[in-house]
């Protein structure tokens, strides 16, 4: 979430980021939000004012009584000092929870590089690497080659488990495996620490990492429990090191989450209805970082172009977008999208998200650095994410770009260490 101090401090920039999200409902926001916390630190005075008070009075009663003077005024001040104070107490809680579910739901400061949009059609292409290949032969969809060959049984899996969960079997256990062994292994080599999360966190580590209004009807509650199944492992892994402060000299801190994610999206009817492509349940590489906030607009770059390493080497060919004000979401002030090519679709998909939540994953978790010259000086340090790899998704495009007219698949080179050298599909 945004910090109270900035947006007492710029109240207009953050209308201004309203306007340009189209977000006009939450400017009105501001000005209550703003009025609220003006009340606030006003009933801290009073509060602090009566408590101090509290302290003092037995001591006028005892004077005034010395004196033979009336104490009456005094003791009745005295017997009414403890409601006063739970009164203020109680309106300042109330005040203050109103203030932070206002700022939860204030979307972050976008980056100025972020074009404006309404919705995804205002997403700006940045580059294209890597040309499609033709076919000279109709390819197959990647659900039902993966079925014919016994690769995937999605039949059985919608016996089991309902739409949008599959089995995966024989080689394309060994493809996905093969696939995170790769990212893994690349970001080894660049300074990641490899970490396996929770698969479950509680609802206040949830309320650090994501909006929840936004992320809730994408996640799976579990019954009973204050507990949900990640939708990613930058959830649990964000949420790591809440209420916690950093010292400079361990930042920045790079780590390789590797899980299962969960969410309730599925794809839509048609290419989608029976395949790999947008699930109810798949695995991930996901990269994040913790760093100084000088640092976080070079290490998005970073974490960019070690997605685009690992596509490369894979030779698959894809885009990258700048994500658009309209097509953002709340946490981030800064996305790239890098985008396969789906030859059966004719077109790029989503297979990578790269972003910055510069500090408001940290102000909401609490999450700071300490200022190595100043002791007690402290800020909110800056979080980053990004896809290395999606195995489903990825594991769609090779079916489908590295296919053969006889309904082999060509294994791409640099998999091929981690398929005990194995060519071919």
């Known amino acids: 979430m945004l910090d109270i101090r900035f947006v007492r401090a710029s109240p207009e920039v953050v209308k201004a980021d309203l306007r340009k999200r189209n977000d006009l409902e939450k400017i009105a926001w501001v000005d209550d939000l703003l009025l609220k916390d003006a009340r606030s630190r006003e009933l801290k ?78 997403n700006v292409e940045i580059k294209k690497v890597g040309t499609p290949k033709t076919f000279d032969f109709e390819i197959k969809n990647h659900g039902q080659l993966a079925v014919e060959k016994g690769w995937a049984d999605f039949e059985r899996a919608t ?21 995170q062994r790769y990212a893994i292994d690349l970001l080894v080599q660049k300074g990641f620490t490899p970490v396996i999360p929770p698969y479950m966190i509680n609802r206040t580590s949830y309320e650090g990492v994501t909006d929840l209004d936004d992320f809730e009807k994408v996640m799976y509650k579990i019954d009973g429990d204050d507990a949900y199944l990640i939708a990613t492992s930058e959830h649990p892994i964000a949420a790591m090191h809440q209420d916690e402060i950093f010292e400079e000299k361990d930042l920045p801190l790079r780590l390789a989450g590797i899980s299962p994610c969960f969410r309730r999206e599925i794809g839509a009817h048609g290419i989608d209805t029976k395949g790999l492509f947008r699930v109810h349940q798949f695995t991930k590489v996901e990269q994040f970082v913790y760093c100084k906030p000088e640092d976080s607009w070079r290490i998005h770059e970073e974490l960019l172009l070690n997605a685009e390493e690992l596509f490369q080497g894979l030779g698959l060919p894809y885009r990258i977008v700048n994500i658009c004000t309209g097509d953002i979401g709340t946490v981030a002030a800064k996305k790239y999208d890098i985008e396969a090519w789906m030859p059966r679709e004719d077109a790029y998909k989503e297979v990578v998200s790269c972003s910055n939540c510069t500090a408001y994953q940290a102000v909401r978790l609490n999450i700071k650095v300490r200022d190595k010259s100043d002791f007690e000086s402290k800020q909110h340090v800056h979080t980053l994410n990004s896809t290395a790899i999606a195995t489903s998704r990825v594991l769609r495009a090779i079916l489908e770009n590295y296919q053969q007219e006889d309904g082999s698949v060509i294994v791409p080179e640099v998999i091929r260490p981690y398929m005990n050298g194995r060519e071919y599909l």
């Open 159 to 179: 016996k089991t488990s309902g739409a949008g969960f599959y089995f995966l079997k024989g080689n394309l256990v060994l493809l996905d495996m093969a696939l």
């Open 45 to 122: 005075v009073e509060t602090d004012q009566l408590r101090q008070r509290r302290n003092t009075i037995a001591r006028d009663i005892n004077a005034v009584k010395k004196a033979g003077k009336d104490a009456k005024p005094l003791m009745a001040e005295a017997a009414a000092l403890p409601q006063n104070i739970r009164d203020c107490d109680a309106e300042q809680e109330e005040i203050r929870n109103s203030v932070r579910s206002i700022l939860m739901r204030l979307p972050n400061i976008l980056h100025a590089s972020v074009p404006v949009g309404k919705d995804d059609t205002g």
